[in-house]
């Protein structure tokens, strides 16, 4: 369980840091930047940082699960901070999900064709979804933190 929980961390930091990086860093210290330049760094940034997030994903649901059901006592005895961290990391899958496979791939393409105006469109919709997913992360973060002491 050991091994499970440390991964399971991990694997969190990495997406919800990521997306406070992406959100609360990143965008704000390249706003000056052209947006040609600018929208050609976020997609290299998107390029190396999904793969992440999707490796992130597999790890939360195997080691959540490898933990609920392997040393918790499985979905009846678990807490409620355990049942309120499965709904908003699967909200989270969701919302990410619906993030790569459409707007990305709509702000990827306009990229490429040098399409600014559809570009910075795909990009206010990227946006929307990773604060969601920032907010949701770290309502979950506060949740496993704090959940052991709910009762």
Do not use: C
């Amino acid at each position: 369980m050991v091994v499970a929980s440390a991964l399971h961390v991990l694997a969190a930091v990495l997406w919800v840091g990521g997306f406070f990086f992406i959100l609360v860093i990143l965008r704000p210290a390249s706003i000056r930047i052209e947006p040609p330049q600018r929208f050609r760094l976020f997609a290299k940034v998107f390029l190396w940082f999904f793969p992440w997030v999707w490796g992130a994903i597999i790890v939360l649901l195997v080691t959540g699960y490898w933990m609920l059901l392997g040393g918790s006592g499985g979905f009846v005895d678990a807490d409620l901070h355990v049942h309120v961290m499965q709904v908003l990391g699967i909200a989270m899958m969701l919302i990410f999900g619906h993030l790569y496979h459409v707007p990305y791939r709509r702000f990827r393409a306009a990229v490429e064709q040098e399409d600014w105006a559809k570009t910075n469109y795909q990009a206010n919709r990227m946006r929307r979804a990773i604060r969601w997913n920032l907010v949701f992360g770290v309502i979950v973060i506060i949740v496993a933190s704090s959940g052991r002491h709910w009762a």
